[in-house]
């Protein structure tokens, strides 16, 4: 079946798993930031991480 939506990952990448998904009206307050393979992951709970965008859809602010 498919989700409209976004994975949120156990980790950050696409290598972790798939432990919930976010709508596209959802946003999320994170708390760390990484990049990996050009690409930008934010944490956003304990063991939660998203796409910090995807799609053209930004699912988390980040601020320094």
């Given at each position: 079946?498919?989700?409209?939506?976004?994975?949120?990952?156990?980790?950050?990448?696409?290598?972790?798993?798939?432990?919930?998904?976010l709508r596209p009206n959802d946003r999320e307050e994170a708390s760390e930031l990484v990049e990996i393979e050009g690409n930008e992951w934010v944490k956003i709970g304990t063991a939660r991480w998203i796409a910090?965008?995807?799609?053209?859809?930004?699912?988390?602010?980040?601020?320094?």
């Open positions: 079946a498919a989700v409209n939506g976004l994975r949120v990952r156990g980790g950050p990448g696409t290598t972790f798993p798939v432990v919930d998904f910090k965008e995807f799609n053209g859809i930004v699912y988390a602010e980040w601020t320094t």
